[in-house]
């Protein structure tokens, strides 16, 4: 597998990780520093965004990636696409398309979530 290829399933895998709401196995895909910012420029910080992801109310269905792009630069891989998720709140089906912008580096042998930007929902 490739260097692109392995960014790419470390990707999916947070994806993966944020359905199941399995925040020991998102810290493992976290780069020391990981920072989260959304586009109106809030800022969190690991345990910031671990929390929020346990909070999502309701039933996750299902958190895949679409229109997933890798561009690799020396010091680290971009990540952009659309996050899509289901999720059932109070018996209803609601279902978020939002692009996002990952930067992620190697480290300790493992492609890591360094920095993460939400975009807004697409209408």
């Given amino acids: 597998m490739g ?6 399933e470390a990707a999916n895998a947070i994806g993966a990780a944020i359905a199941r709401r399995d925040a020991a ?13 959304t586009h109106g420029g809030a800022v969190s910080d ?12 309701g039933e996750i269905r299902s958190v895949s990636l679409e229109q997933l792009e890798v561009d690799m ?11 899509y998720a289901q999720v059932v709140v109070d018996g209803q089906l609601i279902e978020d ?7 992620f580096v190697e480290d300790a042998g493992l492609w890591r979530i ?9 209408a």
């Fill in 73 to 83: 630069c020396p010091a680290g891989a971009l990540v952009t696409g659309i996050q």
């Fill in 97 to 103: 398309r939002r692009g996002f912008i990952d930067w």
């Fill in 46 to 57: 690991v345990e910031t965004f671990l929390r929020a992801i346990e909070q999502i109310p």
């Fill in 25 to 37: 196995a998102l810290r493992r895909l976290l780069a020391p520093g990981f920072v989260q910012r």
């Fill in 114 to 122: 360094q920095a993460a930007v939400d975009l807004p929902a697409s």
């Fill in 3 to 8: 260097t692109t290829e392995r960014v790419a």
